[in-house]
């Protein structure tokens, strides 16, 4: 998983942690855990982050499964 790029796509949409964190359905420390590469996303979580953060299938694929 490319966690910098992942970051990076947060800040160009202006999202935090915590609005992330909702829009998938789990706790801020959950996601704190997952974005600093100690957890990893569940697929249904990887989907949802990726369509609150508009990203395209490709981008998807480039950050969650690399």
């Known amino acids: 998983m490319k966690l910098d790029k992942l970051k990076g796509k ?10 992330c964190a909702k829009a998938i359905g789990i706790s801020y420390s959950a996601f704190s855990y997952k974005i600093n590469g100690q957890n990893k996303f569940k697929v ?4 949802k982050l990726g369509n609150f953060l508009e990203m395209t299938e490709e981008e998807k694929l480039d950050i ?3």
Request: glycine share 6%; net charge negative; proline share 0%.
């Open 10 to 19: 947060l800040a160009e949409k202006g999202k935090n942690q915590e609005e």
């Open 64 to 66: 969650f499964l690399s």
């Open 44 to 47: 249904e979580e990887a989907e």
